[in-house]
């Protein structure tokens, strides 16, 4: 919103072709000074934390505490602990409390409100109802301190003339404020409030930007990419938006696709409306961008302010651009207004609705049905409105990541599984998209690999990512940084070679285990035959450092310590052996897939994983297959077994709970791994879909 920003190159975003009023940042009338967010590459940011600490002085600059209160969930859980109760006495209750929608925490009031088994629970068992009076009582107070996850606090003077100050409890040298950031902000001492975030998707371009110079000899100038690109609006519009900045999941995608974005600021309104309150307006938005005669505005007046927006009210600064020249409202006004709105208080609502009316009426000469249409559609988003700098530095993220992977998709996709690596359920996902892009990801290689997701060519020139050494499970930096330096000096030409010139004591049994297990060392033999000599290989490896430098004495020791490996014969590994290997060591099957044998069934009609949880309704009846990844096995009140699996197909997973008498019936076939369909009620758990079973088979 600041033009001089702009002019000297704090910020690139237009403001003039934005049309962002620089009054909502800051003008005379407002009292207290704004907050300042800044983005930055997530690991980088404790750097930018000690860059401050030096500029503004150690004293002057602290971290802001924050107090963990008591939510609903965490109060019934602390409550049943402190009164003796089981651990499943607090479980059940919270596991039927909901999570809060954004912006309004849940409360346990609020969730017996809303969740009838709740309710019944409270009144027919006697703890339950026990735990839920005491937990009622505690609630909201405060429980801990902790770091805020982004504020930062700079004073002109020693910190501790406005404010207590004291270390991080859990130790890590930071000074964090002893005031939350209400009482250190604008609210309370005044002193200016600073949020760095750590944003993941700027570690993920700056890798890419990376390896377009290092693969491509071409230094990519992010901030001057043209933002008119077809190839990135056409991805788009086909919904490819996976691993793209706040356009991915099934809600904003299929919007998208309706949508067929075409330039910035559809983009830019995205990023607005899909939250709880504006997503109401997508469907009026998008059809108004493909018909402008549907195009209307409440007064022809507004058409100025709400032009690039198809006459739609998508920001907090449309609405204080109305209230300053329909209404009469100073911006110090309008600026309050924005804050009565973000906080929704019902009398501060009233009373500014009364201002807002009688302005736009008597002042702005709008009609008593026009201002209250107006009215209307403000209620409609009131707490949910976007700040429109904030949409289109969001927005021009989310286009510059949607650029790099439709214009160089290999080298983003390998920016985007390092920076996934150590979550195996988002590498999978990644790796799933890869395929999709038909972009091949390959097992770790003990000739190719580096310790992170990296890009190889094969003999015909196509790029392929490959696995990194690190991303082996049991696999440290150690050792792996140890082979990448010795296959300087030539790729391993065999598995004596390879034993001969490891030379680290971090080659052990759990490191070449894993090593053989995740496929690894496939080029130089193969995985049954090496882990059944599994000692005799590193006993080869003792032998070969053991002899190392008596070369002079003995002759070319190479010779005679190769000759020395004689491996024991053996059955290869089976496929399924191999898979759960790589499951276990990368997260995801790499050699082929467990449900490859039903493939044909998995894929037939509407039994997707991914088409149940984008359609189904609450106890709709569904079949869905797949595998069992993950298994629950729990005891009801009457100590009964219940279990909740997770069950995964070609396309996405689901959760599933199953009650005694199903486990009972299907025990045999209900295990880990398994591969089965199941037929199954929908229903809601934690704001997600979710499946009751009631039949089982094997597939």
């Not at 504006?278 to 009026?284: C, E, G, L, Q, T």
């Not at 990368?586 to 991914?610: F, Q």
């Not at 486990?663 to 199954?680: D, Q, S």
Request: glycine fraction near 8%; charged fraction near 30%; charge should be negative.
């Amino acid at each position: 919103g600041s033009l001089v920003s702009y002019l000297i190159g704090i910020t690139i975003v237009d403001p003039i072709e934005l049309g962002l009023p620089f009054e909502r940042f800051l003008n005379p009338g407002r009292p207290s000074a704004p907050d300042i967010d800044m983005d930055f590459a997530d690991d980088r940011r404790d750097e930018l934390i000690t860059y401050v600490r030096n500029k503004y002085g150690k004293d002057n600059v602290a971290q802001i505490g924050t107090f963990g209160t008591m939510m609903a969930r965490g109060a019934v859980r602390d409550t049943a602990r402190a009164l003796g109760f089981s651990y499943n006495a607090g479980d059940r209750i919270a596991k039927l409390i909901p999570m809060g929608a954004q912006g309004f925490p849940m409360t346990i009031d609020r969730a017996m409100g809303e969740v009838p088994e709740l309710k019944q629970l409270y009144k027919e068992d006697r703890d339950s109802r026990e735990i839920i009076d005491m937990a009622k009582k505690i609630e909201g107070c405060a429980r801990h301190i902790g770091v805020h996850a982004a504020g930062v606090v700079i004073s002109p003077h020693n910190l501790m003339e406005d404010t207590p100050i004291q270390w991080d409890p859990k130790g890590e040298g930071k000074l964090i404020t002893q005031f939350d950031m209400h009482s250190v902000g604008e609210d309370g001492v005044g002193l200016l409030k600073f949020d760095f975030l750590g944003l993941k998707n700027l570690t993920i371009m700056g890798n890419t930007l990376k390896l377009i110079k290092k693969l491509r000899g071409k230094e990519l100038e992010i901030d001057t990419i043209k933002l008119d690109d077809k190839k990135t609006y056409d991805m788009l519009a086909r919904g490819e938006t996976a691993a793209t900045f706040q356009l991915n999941g099934d809600g904003m995608t299929r919007f998208l696709k309706e949508l067929k974005p075409t330039n910035i600021f559809d983009i830019n309104a995205m990023v607005a409306l899909y939250r709880p309150g504006p997503m109401a307006f997508i469907p009026d938005y998008i059809e108004r961008k493909h018909n402008p005669e549907k195009v209307r505005y409440i007064d022809n007046r507004f058409k100025d302010i709400l032009e690039q927006t198809f006459g739609i009210l998508i920001y907090q600064d449309d609405i204080m651009l109305i209230a300053v020249h329909f209404a009469g409202y100073s911006w110090g006004d309008a600026d309050k207004f924005r804050k009565a709105m973000g906080k929704k208080i019902p009398e501060v609502m009233r009373a500014q609705k009364e201002k807002f009316s009688k302005g736009c009426m008597e002042i702005g000469g709008l009609s008593e049905k026009q201002t209250q249409d107006l009215w209307d559609s403000i209620e409609t988003f009131a707490a949910y409105g976007f700040n429109k700098a904030h949409a289109a530095s969001y927005g021009r993220i989310a286009y510059l990541t949607s650029y790099l992977k439709a214009n160089y998709p290999v080298l983003y996709m390998t920016a985007v599984l390092t920076s996934e690596s150590g979550d195996t359920d988002k590498v999978a996902e990644m790796v799933t998209e890869c395929k999709r892009m038909n972009i091949d990801v390959l097992p770790p290689s003990i000739n190719e690999s580096f310790s992170d997701f990296t890009v190889v060519e094969d003999e015909q020139g196509q790029e392929h990512i490959r696995f990194g050494l690190t991303t082996i499970k049991n696999f440290g930096k150690g050792i792996s940084e140890a082979i990448i330096e010795e296959r300087k000096n030539g790729k391993f030409a065999s598995l004596t070679d390879f034993l001969e010139r490891v030379k680290d004591r971090n080659l052990n049994k759990k490191s070449l285990e894993s090593l053989i297990k995740s496929g690894a060392m496939d080029e130089l033999g193969e995985r049954g035959e090496m882990l059944h000599n599994l000692d005799l290989l590193l006993a080869h490896n003792k032998e070969a450092q053991a002899n190392e430098g008596q070369h002079s004495l003995f002759g070319d020791m190479a010779n005679a310590v190769g000759a020395g490996l004689n491996l024991k014969k053996t059955d290869e590994a089976t496929l399924e052996e191999k898979l759960s290997w790589e499951k276990e060591l990368l997260g995801l099957y790499i050699s082929g897939h467990p449900l490859d044998r039903v493939r044909e069934k998995l894929e037939n009609g509407n039994t997707k994983i991914t088409h149940v949880k984008e359609t189904g309704t609450t106890d709709q009846t569904v079949i869905v297959g797949g595998i069992i990844e993950e298994m629950k096995e729990l005891h009801t009140k009457k100590g009964d077994k219940m279990a909740f699996i997770k069950i995964r197909d070609l396309t996405d997973s689901i959760e599933c709970v199953v009650f005694p008498s199903i486990l009972e019936t299907y025990k045999e076939i209900l295990v880990p791994e398994a591969v089965i369909a199941v037929k199954a009620d929908v229903s809601i758990r934690n704001g997600e879909k979710s499946l009751k079973i009631n039949k089982v088979k094997t597939l």
